[in-house]
């Protein structure tokens, strides 16, 4: 702590009781759905604090305790910065530290939502299929231990036991990562798992839980050291663990919580409807799907941000292409929304100079990424004769950046589950040809019928053989010509 700097306190005053308890928290959650809560407690008041849990880590609860669970949000405009203090923060449990009394904070009758923010690796699911992973071993062991799960879906499943054995109505579960159709998805997982553990349970859920589709969109980039030091010397107090985060925001959610608990979200901008698909899709594949492209691509050709990647023309040209060709023709835009100018928008927030979004940390977990991000555009452009040059360049540069080299010749620390078998797939295979073909043969990530596409496989074996033999900027100079 900075000498001579006083620590960032809660002020004084009433907390709300704890509402919600959130899984995973990260820094995306303290800068988008906790500072929406915050909000619309001070509309409508309401008893939503939030408990947050690590599921692995005591980081954030380390870092937060002293300051009460109080934190600093800061919003990185093009023009200048604007921090605010945020308190919805009830405390901070660490699962692995202490799993019952996350299972207890759960299983309490004042909280009414469970939402997560796990990442998509997080939900042990095979991302090709949207089925639970029963060979994952954390989901072997939450079935085996009952009373000290590890996983996401083995803590709400637990939870959720506990309470239909109390006699307590289940709680919403909340999903707000970046999966389609994220609420089916965790509602299909969750109901598996019950399903192995008591057919009365899988029903129970089934009938009274609710399980609402989201999307949620702000750019959060990581916060690094000179960031804390800056906001220090800006405001003079200490925070040892606050958020930056672009100005954008949205969040759009299904209106099916259990008996209509939940807080007035509506009051604060975020966006009740009936199906969040179109939603999903639109900022799926716009947003995600350009974002790991030029992360990979970027990174490759030695762009370490977002902005700096598409201040090169090149690359902006690059992904301007592929939401005009490949990306939008297969889309149905929410009811009033322009596709042209939502993809304007989003060019104009990437190119924002104050938001250091690094590609490195943008390709991390590509093997749970790809599917729905890329792979189903690809899918349905193949299905309707449409362009796929462009996405299929951008998974070659991932079967690139998975093979741990750049094109430097240095080495890259590779973040993914899959990573150790992803390098030794492609480490096995000597020509541009044989590691395509072994890394199609993942099926958690490549279904069959994609990998024996035979127009896929041949846009892949060419874009990687020029990725391996001129570079990501001159291939794709040569594929915009």
Not at 124 to 134: A, N
Not at 344 to 366: E, V
Request: charged letters at 20%.
């Amino acid at each position: 702590m900075p000498a001579n700097s006083p620590r960032l306190r809660r002020p004084d005053g009433k907390r709300p009781e704890t509402g919600i308890i959130h899984l995973g928290l990260g820094a995306f959650y303290r800068a988008h759905g906790a500072v929406y809560i915050e909000e619309a407690m001070q509309k409508s008041v309401g008893d939503w604090g939030i408990v947050g849990v690590s599921l692995m880590r005591p980081d954030q609860r380390d870092a937060l305790a002293p300051q009460d669970f109080a934190y600093t949000a800061v919003e990185l405009g093009p023009e200048g910065e604007t921090a605010r203090v945020i308190t919805v923060l009830n405390g901070v449990l660490v699962a692995r530290e202490n799993p019952a009394a996350v299972l207890d904070a759960m299983s309490a009758e004042s909280v009414k939502i469970v939402s997560l923010t796990v990442t998509e690796k997080g939900y042990c699911h095979e991302p090709s299929s949207g089925k639970l992973s029963q060979s994952h071993p954390d989901i072997i062991h939450d079935l085996a231990n009952a009373d000290q799960p590890t996983s996401a879906i083995g803590f709400l499943v637990r939870a959720l036991e506990k309470r239909h054995a109390a006699g307590l109505r289940p709680f919403t579960v909340l999903c707000c990562d970046n999966l389609p159709e994220n609420g089916k998805v965790v509602r299909g997982v969750v109901l598996e798992f019950a399903g192995l553990i008591s057919p009365e349970l899988k029903n129970w859920i089934a009938a009274e839980g609710a399980f609402p589709s989201t999307m949620v969109d702000r750019i959060v980039p990581a916060t690094k050291p000179e960031d804390i030091a800056a906001l220090t010397a800006k405001t003079g107090v200490y925070d040892a663990s606050p958020v930056m985060h672009e100005p954008f925001r949205q969040w759009v959610v299904e209106d099916v919580f259990v008996d209509g608990a939940r807080p007035d979200l509506g009051a604060v901008g975020v966006q009740l409807v009936e199906n969040v698909t179109p939603f999903e899709h639109m900022k799926l594949r716009c947003l995600n799907g350009t974002h790991s492209s030029l992360a990979y691509l970027g990174y490759l050709a030695g762009h370490e941000t977002i902005s700096d990647t598409v201040a090169d023309p090149v690359f902006a040209a690059f992904c301007k292409a592929l939401w005009n060709t490949e990306i939008t023709p297969g889309l149905h835009a929410p009811k009033g929304v322009s596709l042209a100018d939502y993809t304007s928008a989003l060019f104009s927030r990437y190119s924002n100079p104050a938001i250091r979004h690094r590609t490195w940390q943008i390709a991390m977990d590509g093997s749970q990424k790809l599917p729905q991000r890329i792979l189903g555009t690809i899918a349905e452009n193949l299905a309707a004769n449409r362009s796929i040059k462009g996405l299929a360049l951008a998974v070659a540069a991932w079967m690139r950046y998975v093979g741990s080299v750049d094109e430097k010749g240095q080495a890259i620390d590779v973040r993914d589950p899959l990573a150790a078998r992803l390098k030794s797939l492609s480490d096995s295979a000597a020509s541009p040809k044989d590691k395509v073909e072994a890394l199609l043969s993942v099926r958690e990530i490549f279904p069959a019928s994609l990998a024996e596409n035979p127009t896929f496989a041949s846009a892949l074996m060419g874009s990687y053989e020029s990725l391996a033999t001129k570079g990501a900027r001159r291939t794709i100079e040569e594929l915009q010509a």
